[in-house]
């Protein structure tokens, strides 16, 4: 990896980083609303899912490592994650909405935003592994992915 882009790299990283930890969570006018934001935070992380089945294929060896599959949803996982930090912006706690979302979710939002940063790195870094050919880099990029998906899991999902 060029200087360049371990440069651009950590630039962007801390760009949102900075840029995620000054929202701050607003809650849900009302039920509609509430309703609304939850469907759309489900339909992101359904693509995420989507897009984590192959790369994790690759990395239990049951299908090929191809890194142009691995750069195209590096790429969208990266786009979606930033899309997450719109939707999880709005608390929807205070409703009755079918959700897997553990409400201190919105009280600890910094550290949300912060996973997010992370899921974002990861992408990034997912993309930059794909490109260089190098097959010993790929099962590492892929699960750094998982393991930031999973930190969230782990403290916001029921």
Known sequence: MTFALKTLIIALSLSSLSCAM???PTPAMN???AEAYTEYRQSV????????????GMAKG???????????NGMRIEQLAAMLSDYLQVDTSKFDVS??????IWDQFDDVQAKIAD?????????????????SLYKKA?????ASCKSCHDDYKE
């Open 142 to 146: 892929i699960g750094k992915v998982g």
């Open 99 to 104: 959700t897997e979302a553990r409400p201190v």
């Open 22 to 24: 000054a929202a701050e």
């Open 45 to 56: 992380f359904q693509l995420i899912k989507s897009n984590m089945a192959p790369l994790g």
């Open 119 to 135: 899921l974002k790195t990861a992408a990034v870094n997912l993309q930059s592994a794909a490109q260089t050919g190098d097959e």
């Open 62 to 72: 049951a299908i090929a490592y191809d890194p142009q599959v691995m750069q195209t």
């Open 31 to 33: 039920k509609k609303h």
